[in-house]
C-alpha cells in the first residue's frame, strides 16, 4: 500500500512520554486503510532502562480483500478487519553490559475488545559494536493470542515466531 503517515512524540516532562500515530494508506487494489495509535509511557529507571506503557490501537480496511486462490483453497489477499482495535500494557527493558554487549527485552500483554481475545508478545534483543560504524543485532519475537479477529468476525487462537540477525554498517 502507499502509507501516508503523522507520527508525534512529546515528553511532557522527565520520564514521561506521549505518542501518537496516524496512517493512511490505499492498496494497489484501491481499498483504503485508516489506522490509530496513542500511547502513554512512564520510564521507571534510566540504568537498566525500565519503561512501563499503555497503547491503544485502531485499524480499519474499508472494503474486504480481494480472494486469492492456491489449489483447492481461497483465502484473503491480506488482513482486512472491519473497526479492529487493542488494548496494551507493555513493559520495556535494557541494559548494557559493557561498551560493545547490550540486550533488551520487551513484553505485552493485549486485550482486543470486538473478539473478547487476549494476546501476548515476547521480544528479545542482543547488540554487539564491533566498530562504532559496525554491529551485529539479533532479535527473537513471540506471539500467542487466544482468540482473534477477521472481517467474518472470530476466528481461532494463533502464535507466531520471527527470529531476524542483522549486520548493520553505518556510512
Sequence with gaps: SDDYKLYVLYNAVPRVSFAGEVIYGKYSDSNEK????????????????????????????????????G???????????????????????????????????DAALSYSPKS?????????????????QSSLRLDA???DQSGGIDRLGETDSFWAANYNITLQYRF
Design 34 to 69: 485508516r489506522s490509530l495509535m496513542a500511547e502513554a509511557g512512564y520510564q521507571l529507571a534510566d540504568i537498566p532502562y525500565l519503561r512501563a506503557a499503555y497503547n491503544y490501537f485502531h485499524l480499519d480496511i474499508e472494503d474486504s480483500a480481494p480472494l486469492t486462490r
Design 71 to 105: 489449489g483447492d483453497t481461497q483465502e484473503s489477499a491480506y488482513w482486512d478487519p472491519v473497526n479492529f482495535e487493542t488494548h496494551t500494557l507493555r513493559l520495556e527493558f535494557r541494559r548494557d553490559l559493557n561498551e560493545q554487549l547490550s540486550m533488551g527485552a
Design 116 to 132: 473478547g481475545g487476549f494476546s501476548k508478545s515476547d521480544f528479545l534483543s542482543t547488540s554487539y559494536k564491533f566498530t562504532e
Design 141 to 143: 519475537k513471540w506471539f
